[in-house]
C-alpha cells in the first residue's frame, strides 16, 4: 500500500540536544511538508519541498531545518535554537499543483524531558 | 492575502442530527478548498476538495459541502451524525506562493452525543 511513514511515532528530547523526525513516502509524489500541530491553532507550515534538492520555509522556519535528497524523503531536524519544541509534527506530501490535496502520515509526538 | 475562517472550535451534535461546520474563506482569486479530518492521534484525511466543477461537493463519509461565492463560505455538512464522525475537521485553502502552499483553519472539534 502507498502512503507516508512517520517515525518514531514518540519521541523524547532533552534540552539542548537535537533530534531528527523521519518521514517517507512512496506515493512519487513531488511535493513534501512539514506541519506542526498545537492544540486550537491548527496547522503550522514548517518547510516545504516542491522537488528534490530543493525546499522554501514557512511560516515557522526558525529552530527547524530540513534536507530533500531522495524524493521519497524529508527528514526533520528541530535543533536546540527551538525554544518551544514539544508538539504533534505531521509531514504530508502531493502532486505538485494548486487543487493537490496532502495526503499525511500518522505525526510524531516530540516532548521534552 | 489568502485565508480560511472556521466558526466555532466546539460543536456538539446528537447522534442522527444535522452537523454543520462554518468555514468562510478570504481569496482575491478563485479559490481552491479542501476539507479534511482527523482523528485522534492520527494524520488529515481529505474529506472533499472544491474544485469549481460543481459547487455542491460530494466527499466520503456522507459528508459534502456547497460553494457560495457571494458569502465566501464552504460549509461542511451531514444530514445525519453518526457516533465515529467524532473527530477534528479542518477547511483548508490551498495557494500559489511561488510554490504551492497550504493554509489551514484552525479546527473544529465534533462532538457526537448518544
Known amino acids: 500500500d502507498g502512503g507516508i511513514t512517520q517515525s518514531p511515532k514518540y519521541l523524547f528530547r532533552k534540552e539542548g540536544q537535537n533530534v531528527t523526525l523521519s518521514c517517507e513516502q512512496n506515493?512519487?509524489?513531488?511535493?513534501m511538508y512539514w506541519y506542526r500541530q498545537d492544540p486550537g491553532q491548527g496547522l503550522r507550515l514548517i518547510y516545504y519541498?516542491?522537488?528534490?534538492?530543493?525546499?522554501q520555509k514557512g511560516d515557522i522556519a526558525e529552530g527547524y531545518s530540513v534536507s530533500r535528497e531522495k524524493k521519497e524523503s524529508f527528514p526533520l531536524t528541530v535543533t536546540s535554537a527551538q525554544k518551544n519544541p514539544t508538539a504533534f509534527y505531521l509531514c504530508?506530501?502531493?502532486?505538485?499543483?494548486?487543487?493537490?490535496?496532502?495526503?499525511f502520515g500518522d505525526g510524531t509526538r516530540l516532548s521534552i524531558l | 492575502a489568502q485565508s480560511v475562517t472556521q466558526l466555532g472550535s466546539h460543536v456538539s451534535v446528537s447522534e442522527g442530527a444535522l452537523v454543520l461546520l462554518r468555514c468562510n474563506y478570504s481569496s482575491s482569486v478563485p479559490p481552491y478548498l479542501f476539507w479534511y479530518v482527523q482523528y485522534p492521534n492520527q494524520g488529515l484525511q481529505l474529506l472533499l476538495k472544491y474544485t469549481s466543477a460543481a459547487t455542491l461537493v460530494k466527499g466520503i463519509n456522507g459528508f459534502e459541502a456547497e460553494f457560495k461565492k457571494s458569502e465566501t463560505s464552504f460549509h461542511l455538512t451531514k444530514p445525519s451524525a453518526h457516533m465515529s464522525d467524532a473527530a477534528e475537521y479542518f477547511c483548508a485553502v490551498s495557494v500559489n506562493t511561488g510554490g504551492f502552499k497550504t493554509i489551514f483553519g484552525a479546527g473544529t472539534r465534533l462532538f457526537v452525543k448518544a
Open positions: 504530508a506530501s502531493s502532486i505538485r499543483g494548486i487543487n493537490q490535496p496532502q495526503h
Open positions: 506515493l512519487n509524489h513531488d511535493a
Open positions: 519541498s516542491q522537488i528534490v534538492n530543493d525546499f
